[in-house]
């Protein structure tokens, strides 16, 4: 079903943003925690991991609504063809990296 497709295809953008493993958010993330720890910024990475856990609320909050609240209307979403080429080519290509591809 295509709601539940765009669905998917947000949340794994959201988690990515949000930084969750095994995510390339995350990764990032962990780099610049580890540069900043390496260069003795420990102020830096203090910062880097609150304002990570503030944006985790902000990122997660529409999946949560996406999948647990009540729908406003009970028509389907009507997308063209491009529209959803492209949410599901990065979605593709975030998957991908996702397993390491």
Not at 17 to 38: D, I, M
Request: neutral net charge.
């Amino acid at each position: 079903h295509l709601d539940a497709g765009l669905a998917a295809a947000l949340t794994l953008f959201l988690v990515s943003l949000a930084g969750l493993p095994p995510t390339a958010g995350f990764l990032a993330k962990w780099y610049v925690f580890r540069a900043a720890t390496g260069a003795d910024l420990t102020w830096l990475a203090v910062v880097v991991v609150l304002t990570s856990a503030i944006a985790a609320f902000t990122y997660l909050r529409p999946v949560a609504l996406m999948y647990f609240a009540e729908p406003v209307e009970d028509r389907p979403l009507l997308v063209g063809p491009a529209t959803a080429f492209a949410v599901a080519l990065p979605a593709v290509v975030v998957g991908l990296a996702l397993l390491g591809l």
